[in-house]
C-alpha cells in the first residue's frame, strides 16, 4: 500500500512538472518553475539553487542539472533559498512574504547588492531612483563590483564621479521590464546616451543583457524593478560590424584568433590556405557561430553551427571557456554591435580546409597514413585532385607491417576516383580506384561497407576530397568463386566436391552469392562412411552445397543479430556474430562472391 502511495506521488510529482514546464513562456520560465517545484517541500516560495562548490556562483535549476549535480564540469551543492520577490518570516515555513515594496534606491539594499547602492549614492544618483519614475535598474551584485579589474573601478570612481554616473545610467532603462518583457533578440535604450542593451535567451533557461547573466530578477520596488546581475555591464563598440560586414543586431559570436595563432600551424599549410579563397573562406567561417553566445551561457558542452556549416563543442571547465575541449580562449565577451567575440589562442582548422593527407594526419587512423607516405601516395593526397581515401583502423594492420609491393598496389585500390558522401552511397554502386579496379558498395541494415571494409565513422570532408574510415584493410575483387577456391589448398576437397555436383558453371557465373566454404578439415570431420555416400551422389551432394549458399552478397560487416539468408536450397540460414578464440571465422569479398571459410 505505502509502494503503491509512494508511485502516486512520484506520478503527480512528474505530471506536476510536465505541465508547469509546458506552460511556461520561456526557458528561464521553465527552470524557474523547475526550481520552484523543487523547493516546495521547504515550504511556499521556496526555490531549489544549484552552487558551484568553492564559489559564489549559483543557478536556479533544470532537470539534467539536477541529477548531474554539475554545471562546467564541476560538482554543485543543492541551497534552498526564497525564490525571487519573497522573504522569510520567523517562526513561519518557506518563504511566506512578499519584499516591502520600496523606491529603487532601497530595494538595492533589500535584495543584496548593496554595493550599486553605495556607488549609486557616491555618483549622486540616489535622488533619482528614489524619485518618482519608473525605471528598469540591472544591479550588478557585490561580487559583480568585486571582480571588476582595481584599474578600471579607479576610472570609473576618479572623475568626479562623471564616468561612475554614466556607467550605472547604462544599466538602466527608463520604463518597466519585468523578465517576461526581456524577449529574446530584443534591446532597449539605456538611460546613457540611449546607447542599448541586449537581451538573449539561451535553451538552458540563463538570460543576459550584454552578455551579464540575470541571477535574480523581478525586484519590484514602487518606481521600477530591479534585475540583479552577476557582472558590471560594458560597452557595446561596433567594431565587429565592421570585421564581418553584417547588418544584423546581435547575430554572430566570433572566435578571434590571436596574431601569433597564424604561426603556430605549419608554413606550407598557412601558406595554401592563405592563397586558397575557398579554404580561406572556410576558414575564417569556422571562426564565426551562427547564435551569439555569451560564456556566462554554458553550464556544459554544447555543439554550435558555424558559419562554414560544421559544429564547435563549445563547453566550459570551471571558470574557462572551452572550444572542443580545449582552453584556449584567452579574453572573453567582448561585445560588438552585431555580436561578441572571444580572443583564442589558437587557429581553429576546419576539414574543409584541409588536404586529404592533412586530414589523415590530424586523425587516429596513424597507421595508415604512414602507410599511405610510404608507398608513394603523398602527393595524391596532398594535391588539389578530387579522391576519396579509404583508411582502415589502425587495429586492422599486423604489428610491424612493412611496405611492399603488393602492399603498395593495395593502397592504391584504397583511393577512389571522385570525392565522396556515404550518405548518396547506394546498394551496387561501383567505385573506380586508382588502381584501375571497381569496388562495390554493400548497404546493409546498421552498416554501409565498401567490399569487405565498413565505414566505422563519420566522413571527413576535405578542400578537395573526402576521408572514409573503414574496419579492415580492403581485400579487392579477384575472380570468381571458384577461381578463389582453386587458389587455396584448404578447400580442395570441396572444390572436387563441386565438380562431381555438377556445380563448377554455377560457381563461375555472375552472382551475387555468398558462399559458406568449408574446409577440408571441415569435410575429414565428417563420418567416413558419411562422406562416401555423400560423395557419391550427385544430387544429394548439389543439394547439401547449395544449402552452404544463399543468392545475395554478405559480409561479417552486415552480420548483426539474427540476420537471416536464404539459401538455394532449404529453409534459411540465421546468423549471429560471436567471439571465440578457438573457433574463429574470416570473411573475404571477392568480385561476384562472398566466401565465409567454415572450419568446423
Known amino acids: 500500500k505505502r509502494s503503491k502511495m509512494q508511485h502516486l506521488t512520484l506520478f503527480t510529482l512528474a505530471l506536476t512538472l510536465i505541465a ?66 519573497y522573504e522569510k518570516l520567523s517562526g513561519e515555513k518557506g518563504c511566506p512574504a512578499a519584499l516591502p515594496l520600496v ?38 551584485s557585490n561580487q559583480a563590483w568585486a571582480a571588476l579589474p582595481t584599474e ?24 518597466r521590464l519585468t523578465s517576461e518583457d526581456l524577449k529574446h533578440g530584443s534591446a532597449f535604450p539605456s538611460m546613457y546616451q540611449d546607447f542599448n542593451v541586449h537581451i538573449h535567451h539561451y535553451p538552458n533557461g540563463i538570460v543576459t543583457v550584454n552578455c551579464a547573466r540575470l541571477v535574480k530578477t523581478d525586484q519590484h520596488a514602487t518606481n521600477g524593478i530591479v534585475h540583479i546581475v552577476d557582472r558590471v555591464i560594458t560597452f557595446v563598440t561596433p567594431f565587429i560590424h565592421s570585421l564581418i560586414h553584417s547588418q544584423n543586431s546581435l547575430s554572430y559570436r566570433t572566435l578571434l584568433p ?38 556566462e551561457s554554458i553550464t556544459s558542452g554544447t555543439p554550435l553551427e558555424t558559419l562554414q556549416g560544421t559544429v564547435l563543442e563549445v563547453g566550459c571547465d570551471g571558470t574557462d571557456m572551452t572550444l572542443n575541449g580545449k582552453a584556449i580562449v584567452q579574453k572573453k565577451d567582448q561585445l560588438g554591435t552585431n555580436g561578441v567575440v572571444h580572443y583564442i589562442n589558437e587557429l581553429l582548422i576546419p576539414d574543409s580546409a584541409k588536404t586529404l593527407l592533412e586530414l589523415a594526419q590530424g586523425s587516429v587512423v596513424t597507421t595508415a597514413t604512414k602507410l599511405f607516405v610510404d608507398a608513394g601516395l603523398g602527393s595524391h593526397l596532398s594535391g588539389s585532385e578530387t579522391l576519396t581515401i579509404l583508411t582502415p583502423q589502425n587495429e586492422a594492420f599486423k604489428e610491424g607491417v612493412t611496405m611492399t609491393g603488393e602492399l603498395k598496389k593495395l593502397l592504391k585500390n584504397h583511393i577512389l576516383k ?36 565498413c565505414i566505422a565513422a563519420h ?21 570468381t568463386i571458384m577461381d578463389v577456391l582453386k587458389a587455396d589448398d584448404r578447400f580442395s576437397l570441396l572444390v572436387g566436391a563441386i565438380q562431381t555436383a555438377g556445380m563448377t558453371e554455377l560457381m563461375n557465373q555472375a552472382g551475387p552469392h555468398t558462399v559458406f ?11 567416413k562412411a558419411d562422406l562416401n555416400k555423400l560423395m557419391g551422389n550427385p544430387q544429394e551432394l548439389a543439394g547439401v552445397l547449395k544449402y552452404h549458399m544463399a543468392k545475395e552478397i554478405l559480409v561479417s560487416g552486415g552480420v548483426g ?40
Open 561 to 600: 543479430s539474427h540476420t537471416r539468408l536464404k539459401p538455394l536450397q532449404g529453409d534459411k540460414l540465421e546468423l549471429n556474430m560471436v567471439q571465440s578464440l578457438d573457433t574463429p571465422t574470416h570473411s573475404r569479398v571477392f568480385f561476384i562472391f562472398t566466401i565465409f571459410y567454415i572450419v568446423k
Open 20 to 85: 508547469t514546464i509546458c506552460l511556461a513562456k520561456s526557458p528561464y520560465q521553465s527552470v524557474l518553475q523547475h526550481s520552484k517545484i523543487r523547493g516546495r517541500q521547504h515550504g511556499p516560495n521556496v526555490c531549489a539553487m544549484q552552487k558551484i562548490q568553492g564559489t559564489d556562483k549559483k543557478y536556479f535549476t533544470n532537470c539534467k542539472q539536477w541529477y548531474h549535480r554539475k554545471i562546467c564540469g564541476k560538482p554543485t551543492v543543492i541551497s534552498y533559498e526564497c525564490c525571487p520577490g
Open 152 to 175: 578600471i573601478l579607479d576610472a570609473l570612481v576618479s572623475n568626479v564621479n562623471i564616468e561612475l554616473l554614466n556607467a550605472l545610467h547604462y544599466h538602466m532603462v527608463n520604463r
Open 517 to 527: 566454404a568449408p574446409t577440408n578439415d571441415a569435410f575429414s570431420a565428417l563420418p
Open 459 to 479: 566522413d571527413k570532408t576535405g578542400r578537395f576530397g573526402s576521408m572514409f574510415t573503414v574496419d579492415k584493410v580492403l581485400t579487392p575483387p579477384m575472380g
Open 258 to 295: 590571436f596574431p601569433t595563432s597564424f604561426e603556430k600551424i605549419p608554413t606550407e599549410m598557412r601558406n595554401r590556405i592563405l592563397g586558397d579563397p575557398v579554404a580561406l573562406r572556410d576558414l575564417l567561417n569556422y571562426h564565426i557561430l551562427k547564435n551569439m553566445q555569451c560564456a
Open 103 to 140: 523606491n529603487i534606491y532601497n530595494t538595492l539594499g533589500t535584495v543584496g547588492a548593496t554595493t550599486t547602492k553605495m556607488y549609486s549614492e557616491r555618483a549622486q544618483l540616489r535622488e533619482e531612483i528614489e524619485g518618482p519614475g519608473s525605471f528598469t535598474f540591472f544591479a550588478p
Open 418 to 453: 571522385e570525392k565522396l558522401s556515404s550518405s548518396l552511397l547506394y546498394h551496387r554502386q561501383e567505385l573506380e580506384t586508382l588502381g584501375g579496379i571497381k569496388l562495390r558498395v554493400l548497404v546493409y541494415r546498421n552498416s554501409l561497407c565498401i567490399e569487405n571494409s
